[in-house]
């Protein structure tokens, strides 16, 4: 009898984590039991948790008749079978509802216990960031490119001489925060979290001023440029998380819990300092709502419907949240971005009344 198999892409590609591999078992009398070989592509990624199927084809025998026990059972029900038929039945070689089975590559245990005692035994200062002042500035001035898929440095596009360019400034002044060679990194991370408190503060109050300029209520330009400005940051750790790490869970985590922060800190100490200024001078300190409830359901509705979309995106036709084939990935993108420019269209046109709120 001969059984064919065949691998199929899952998490695991093809040439990337596996060798494609077709081909037949052949199994002669009283044989139950054959391997299969798969060549796993060697990779030194510390975490790896990726999945890839083997399939079985029909059975066949080996004068080249295919077995035609699916066609007796697609035909009749087992009442109806004669006795001959079901010996029949029995007696020749067919597949069980489990014709299908997911192979999972992990990690090798070795290397990630290498990895882990040369991390416990180095210095606090061995990684990949810059360890002085001159090899940041080197790295403002510098254009590269993104590595590929090896590790190695690519070439330098002219999309890389924009953004540099775009950049730069931004490039510049952060060179200045200290090395993580320093203190263990921990100056470093207390300098980044001032200078992108004092950035923010930059960006509010310029999208303020622009907003007043262009005449534009503070509504709208809360929910467009202030908004934009504060999320961009955001937007590329959820990006560069995305990239790094095997599933989705940080990058997602992170808008939810960096919009909880700007909501229960941005706003809750804001308004309490607020409340206890005005109660220290005998006064009563009130927000006027304006049209916060319109926005504020609008954007819960939305919340809802892009959560379908992740949870609808977790079909095995996709794969998962974050990525996937390239035509649901861009149809993805433009239907999330869609229902934010919808929102800021409705809640503009409730701030200027041509709308009703409530």
Not at 132 to 158: C, H, I, L, M, Y
Not at 255 to 282: D, E, P, R
């Amino acid at each position: 009898v001969e059984v064919g198999y065949r691998t199929i892409d899952d998490t695991a590609k093809a040439g990337t984590h596996f060798v494609q591999t077709e081909g037949a078992l052949i199994f002669h009398n009283e044989e139950t039991r054959h391997f299969i070989p798969i060549e796993i592509v060697e990779e030194n990624c510390y975490e790896k948790n990726v999945s890839f199927i083997v399939e079985l084809k029909d059975p066949k025998e080996l004068n080249g008749k295919r077995n035609n026990n699916n066609n007796i059972r697609n035909r009749k029900t087992s009442a109806d079978l004669s006795a001959d038929e079901k010996v029949a039945l029995q007696g020749k070689p067919h597949l069980t509802n489990t014709f299908r089975c997911t192979i999972t590559i992990r990690e090798s245990d070795e290397f990630k216990n290498t990895v882990d005692k040369l991390v416990g035994k180095g210095p606090p200062d061995l990684g990949i960031t810059s360890n002085s002042w001159s090899d940041q500035f080197a790295d403002a001035f510098r254009v590269a490119a993104d590595d590929d898929e090896n590790g190695e440095p690519g070439k330098v596009s002219t999309c890389d001489y924009i953004m540099h360019i775009l950049t730069f400034v931004w490039k510049f002044i952060f060179a200045f925060v200290p090395p993580t060679s320093i203190f263990s990194g921990y100056l470093c991370f207390l300098v980044s979290i001032i200078c992108i408190g004092v950035l923010t503060a930059f960006i509010g109050d310029i999208a303020s001023h622009f907003g007043c300029s262009v005449g534009l209520k503070d509504a709208v330009t809360a929910i467009s440029f202030v908004a934009l400005g504060t999320s961009v940051p955001d937007t590329f750790a959820s990006k560069v998380s995305a990239i790094q790490d095997s599933t989705a869970d940080n990058s997602v985590g992170n808008v939810t819990g960096s919009n909880a922060v700007n909501v229960f800190l941005g706003l809750g100490i804001a308004w309490s300092l607020a409340a206890v200024y005005h109660a220290l001078q005998g006064e009563a300190f009130k927000v006027d709502p304006g049209s916060l409830a319109f926005s504020v359901t609008l954007f819960c509705s939305e919340a809802l419907i892009a959560i379908l979309v992740l949870v609808l995106r977790r079909h095995r036709c996709v794969g998962g949240e974050l990525g996937g084939p390239t035509t649901i990935k861009y149809i993805t993108a433009v239907f999330l971005a869609s229902l934010w420019l919808f929102y800021l269209v409705m809640s503009t046109l409730e701030a200027y009344d041509v709308i009703g709120g409530f």
